[in-house]
């Protein structure tokens, strides 16, 4: 079971659910969310590595 975080036990700065500090997490999060796709994309759009042969 997990504890809710307080003031009093959170690690850092509690940001209190404003309708600003809601917007900037959704914000946030979305510009996360493109940057992976962007880097899924990105790595999807590469040829797959080929294996070294082997000179034993």
């Known amino acids: 079971m997990t504890t809710p975080v ?7 700065p509690v940001l209190l659910p404003t309708p600003e ?6 914000l946030l999060a979305a510009q996360q969310l493109a940057v992976a796709m962007d880097r ?4 999807a759009a590469r040829p ?9």
Request: net charge negative.
């Open 6 to 12: 307080t003031p009093e036990n959170a690690p850092g």
């Open 21 to 26: 500090v809601v917007q900037a997490q959704q």
């Open 40 to 43: 899924a994309r990105a790595a």
């Open 48 to 56: 797959a590595p080929q294996p070294e042969p082997d000179n034993a």
